[in-house]
């Protein structure tokens, strides 16, 4: 079973940044795709960027210019650059494995003054 682990949540203030980190138990480079993921309250999970092994990506048209996405293999991890955040960007975070079951349980980005 892999294990998806992030890190780097927290509170930060509109117009701050924050780097997200996905560090897996396996490597990395087994995998296709792998994505970045939020869930606000009320609100159905929903993706923010996603990267595939061959370095193409796609993210919301909501983090455009502001997210960035980024692997490093040697290490076994996702990253996610955040930057200029807003108050709706506030959710808990989601490492993903596409097309597999393999999530990570998630790290809380709140984005309040």
């Known amino acids: 079973q892999v294990q998806l682990v992030e890190s780097g949540g927290g509170l930060v203030q509109p117009g701050g940044s924050l780097r997200l980190s996905c560090t897996a138990s396996?490597?990395?480079?087994?995998?296709?795709?792998m994505g970045w993921y939020r869930q606000a309250p009320g609100k159905q999970r929903e993706l923010v960027a996603a990267?595939?092994?061959?370095?193409?990506?796609s993210k919301a048209d909501s983090v455009q210019g502001r997210f960035t996405i980024s692997r490093d293999n040697a290490r076994n991890t996702l990253n996610l650059q955040m930057k200029s955040l807003k108050p709706e960007d506030t959710a808990i975070y989601y490492c993903?494995?596409?097309?597999?079951?393999?999530w990570g349980q998630g790290t809380q980005v709140t984005v309040s003054s």
């Open positions: 396996t490597l990395i480079s087994n995998f296709e795709n």
């Open positions: 990267l595939s092994r061959g370095g193409r990506t």
């Open positions: 993903h494995v596409e097309s597999t079951t393999y």
